[in-house]
């Protein structure tokens, strides 16, 4: 309103404007969603169970550590 644009011009900019800002913030988390799946697909996982495989333990070695 104050470059002298009626209020229906003004809003219409406004609108525009916003809606520009809403595509730029989706289009920044699609490239941030798309770079950490990229990472997930190069990543070797995690090393919590590195060695835990209790499934094929030896009797004969268990019974060293009870």
Do not use: C
């Not at 809003?11 to 520009?20: D, E, F, G, L, S």
């Not at 730029?24 to 995690?46: F, P, V, W």
């Not at 090393?47 to 835990?52: H, R």
């Amino acid at each position: 309103m104050k470059s002298g644009l009626s209020l229906v011009a003004s809003y219409a900019r406004w609108q525009v404007a916003r809606a520009n800002e809403q595509a730029a913030k989706a289009e920044h988390n699609a490239s941030a969603i798309k770079q950490n799946q990229k990472n997930t697909e190069r990543s070797t996982g995690s090393m919590k169970s590195a060695g835990a495989d209790n499934k094929n333990k030896d009797p004969f070695l268990d019974g060293w550590d009870s």
